[in-house]
T-cell receptor, first 110, second 112 residues
Framework: EDQVTQSPEALRLQEGESSSLNCSYT??????LFWYRQDPGKGPEFLFT???AGEEKEKERLKATLTKKESFLHITAPKPEDSATYLC???????????FGQGTTLQVKP | DGGITQSPKYLFRKEGQNVTLSCEQN?????MYWYRQDPGQGLRLIYY???????QKGDIAEGYSVSREKKESFPLTVTSAQKNPTAFYLC???????????FGQGTRLTVV
């Protein structure tokens, strides 16, 4: 069964304290892995797509990496405005479906 | 501005009534999706459509119905058969169904 597990569920950081969020997946024929940011009461905002193991993408303080079993979202020197829930999703084969993890809620304190 | 518009933002309905949530996109995307989000849970797929006049059930389709008569529109009807309809509903679209999806701002449905 296709499955996505994110850890930790919640993460509190001090401003400037770097850390990583984990997304572990089991999927039949990974087509792509996606990271989103979601603010309370809003729709998810697309961040990155990763297609193959070893691939990396960067945007400002965020860097996403991919292996055959998991993906990491590294946050370098976070700021309070990085506080949000980060969602990981995988697309199996050619189904057109996206399967989401539960999300990691990040709080960055000044 | 190109984007995905969901309306209304908040919706209240009495138990036993059907209700239709609107989703419109002007991105010229082929694929559209409906997800449900409950507190403490990830997004769960209700229905998706990869082309006009065709759609497939997702993981939690029971009690919901959709139509895809136009490329830009994918309305979701929450029927009285849905046992626990109160939730945050999200519509999304993607270019082909095999690329990243972009989301609307959601509709919060409360059934009383």
């Amino acid at each position: 069964e296709d499955q996505v597990t994110q850890s930790p569920e919640a993460l509190r950081l001090q401003e400037g304290e770097s850390s990583s969020l984990n997304c572990s997946y089991t999927v039949s024929g990974l087509r792509g892995l996606f990271w989103y940011r979601q603010d309370p009461g809003k729709g998810p905002e697309f961040l990155f797509t990763l297609y193959s193991a070893g691939e990396e993408k960067e945007k400002e303080r965020l860097k996403a990496t991919l292996t055959k079993k998991e993906s990491f979202l590294h946050i370098t020197a976070p700021k309070p405005e990085d506080s949000a829930t980060y969602l990981c999703a995988v697309q199996p084969g050619n189904t057109g479906k996206l399967i989401f993890g539960q999300g990691t809620t990040l709080q960055v304190k000044p | 501005d190109g984007g995905i518009t969901q309306s209304p933002k908040y919706l209240f309905r009495k138990e036993g009534q059907n209700v239709t949530l609107s989703c419109e996109q002007n991105l010229n995307h082929d694929a559209m999706y409906w997800y449900r989000q409950d507190p403490g849970q990830g997004l769960r797929l209700i229905y998706y459509s990869q082309i006009v006049n065709d759609f497939q059930k997702g993981d939690i389709a029971e009690g919901y119905s959709v139509s895809r008569e136009k490329k830009e529109s994918f309305p979701l009807t929450v029927t009285s058969a849905q046992k626990n309809p109160t939730a945050f509903y999200l519509c999304a679209s993607s270019i082909t169904g095999l690329t990243e999806a972009f989301f609307g701002q959601g509709t919060r449905l409360t059934v009383v």
